[in-house]
Each structure stands twice: as C-alpha cells, then as structure tokens.
C-alpha cells in the first residue's frame, strides 16, 4: 500500500486544473474499465480539468447510466479524433497493454501517459507515471483511493461508477481478488448512497428477449472436449444478427461453459464479420487463461482474460485448444 500510495500521489500532483485529460481503457470496456473512467472523469471535472473519455470501442450501452454528462466518443467520431488531438495528457485505465488499446494505441506516441491498472504487470510500464498494482480486487479500487488519499467524498454518480467497477470485477465478490479490504470499500460507497439491489437489478437481472434467444443458439452450441477438462461456446457472425442481439447480451455466456462440473477452462468464440475471431477465455480453477490470451495477442486475469484473434473460427478454435494444453 505505501508504494501505490506513493505512485498515486505522483499522479495526484499531475492534475493541475485546466488541463485537458483523455481517459482510455482496454477494447470492449467491461464494468471496471468502464465504471474506472467515469468515476475517474467525475472527479476530474470537479478538480477543475476537462476530462473526456475516448475508446477504442464505444463506451458500453448497459454502463451508459454511469457517464453523468461526460463525453464518451471513440476515435473515429470527429469529436474523439479532435479531443486526441489536443488532449495535455492521457489516462489509460485497466489496462498497460499497447495491444489492447486498438485504434488509440497509436495516438498515444510521444505523448505524456499515465496508468492506473491492476492486471498482473506484463512487459513495459505504459506511460511516464504507472500504478500496476494486482493486489487491488480492481482499477476501481486504485481510482477510491485517489479519492481518499486527496480527502475528497465521492459523489454519488462517482460512488456507483466505482461499485459497478468494483462488482463486476469481483464476480459480485465471488471472485479471489474479493478481500477484506473489498467489503470495507463497498460498505463505504453504501454508506455514501448506493444502493445495492438497484444496482443488481441494472447489470444482472434485466433480461432481453434478443438477449434470451442468443443464449438459446448458444447452448445448443456448447461443447465439452473428450479430453481435457474444457468446454467451450462458438457463435457465428450471423447469430447476432439473427436473433436481434447486441454485445451487451453477450456477457454472462461464458458462464455457463464454465459452471459445467469438472471444467477447469471455459471459452467463448465469437466469429466477426471481417473474418476475425473474438475470444473470452475463463478459468474455474488454478489454470491461467491470461497466459492463454496471451499466446493469441491479448491479455486480462490468471482466471478471466481475453483476446481478438486475426484468424477465422475454425483456425482459432484449433490455436486456443493448443495453447490451452500447454497451460493444463
């Protein structure tokens, strides 16, 4: 703890008011990295700088409630090329991988970065101040204490925006990263005004029919190997399409490969219309899917990672199961 205090006092001293601040996160944002930038650029406004978030894919739909009037655009909207353009600096969240920034990765030269990520350090620091920190259950738990450490209260807005980051990422604190110090910090943003059954209801027990009849194709596409303790759901570009879904119905399937007795390694492939493959892995035991991840170009967690692969479904498929048997 003293030396993320340390590293994130370095970061505190960087936000004079005024400055124009991009905050960023991994491609297809999930709850922390979503949840991190929009508590991150709440507190930010409010310290008197003009933080906009820009990623490399759209901010989540089933986050959007979080935004509380801040911009969120990706490069490729006029607004998010122009804010890249004249940000003073960068603030990448959840991340400290290059390759999984996608097309902002690339903006970020000979710029001033910082990084506040609490994935197991992987290569290179990612900017001249980095706060890599895999002790912390989330990025959401780094972006509280920025709050603490500066003796600010978060708002409401900010406090949710970090529940729904610190959930999410725990499992609903199922997850080994849940620790004490967890609970201590829901029970904070509690006290604060969250309300935890309103936030249930919003990211777990609100169903689509779209959403129903993906999960329908899906199970009925759900293999388990003869062999290795691995089970595995494979969608086509086309199932979306058909059954009317979006990607935010997408992120409880995996699930169900992995809650099958006896899996250690759950996978979801999603085939993409431009030939590539997208690949959500998850472990239910020790094996490390990051170190899966990142044999096929992406990264995450010992036990949720994942990766966009350059190959068709059948040829990924066949280079996931390879890599898979190198880790069990």
């Given at each position: ?47 008197g ?17 979080l ?10 909207d ?73 003796g ?17 990422d ?77 990607k ?14 006896g ?23 020790e ?42």
């Open positions: 703890m003293s030396d993320r205090q340390a590293d994130l006092e370095r970061i505190i001293s960087r936000l004079t008011p005024g400055l124009k601040v991009v905050l960023t996160t991994h491609v297809n944002a999930d709850g922390d990295g979503a949840g991190s930038e929009a508590a991150l650029a709440g507190w930010l406004r409010r310290r700088l003009k933080p906009v978030i820009v990623n490399p894919t759209p901010y989540p739909e089933s986050f959007a409630f935004l509380d009037g801040i911009p969120a655009w990706t490069p490729s006029e607004q998010g090329e122009t804010a890249l353009r004249e940000a003073d600096f960068f603030l990448v969240l959840d991340t400290a991988e290059p390759s999984r920034l996608g097309n902002v990765h690339g903006h970020l030269s000979g710029r001033e970065v910082l990084t506040l990520d609490h994935h197991p350090p992987f290569g290179p620091p990612l900017g001249e101040i980095s706060v890599r920190d895999p002790s912390a259950c989330a990025t959401g738990e780094l972006i509280y204490d920025l709050f603490r450490l500066e600010t209260e978060p708002t409401l807005a900010e406090a949710e925006a970090l529940y729904v980051a610190i959930v999410t725990t499992g609903s604190f199922r997850f080994a990263n849940t620790t004490e110090r967890t609970h201590a910090i829901a029970a904070d943003l509690v006290r604060i005004g969250v309300d935890p059954e309103a936030m249930y209801r919003r990211l777990y027990a609100t169903y689509t029919l779209e959403g129903l009849a993906l999960t329908r194709r899906a199970l009925e596409a759900l293999v388990v190997h003869d062999e290795l303790p691995v089970a595995w759901i494979s969608l086509s570009p086309g199932d979306m399409e058909i059954t009317g879904s979006t935010d119905d997408l992120d409880a399937i995996v699930e169900y490969p992995r809650r099958i007795q899996i250690e390694i759950a996978v979801l492939f999603r085939g993409l219309p431009d030939g590539r493959t997208k690949v959500s892995l998850r472990s239910a035991g094996a490390d899917v990051a170190a899966v991840a990142r044999e096929l170009g992406g990264g995450g967690h010992t036990k949720a990672a994942g990766a966009l692969v350059n190959q068709d479904l059948a040829s990924t498929q066949e280079a996931v199961l390879t890599a898979i048997r190198k880790v069990l």
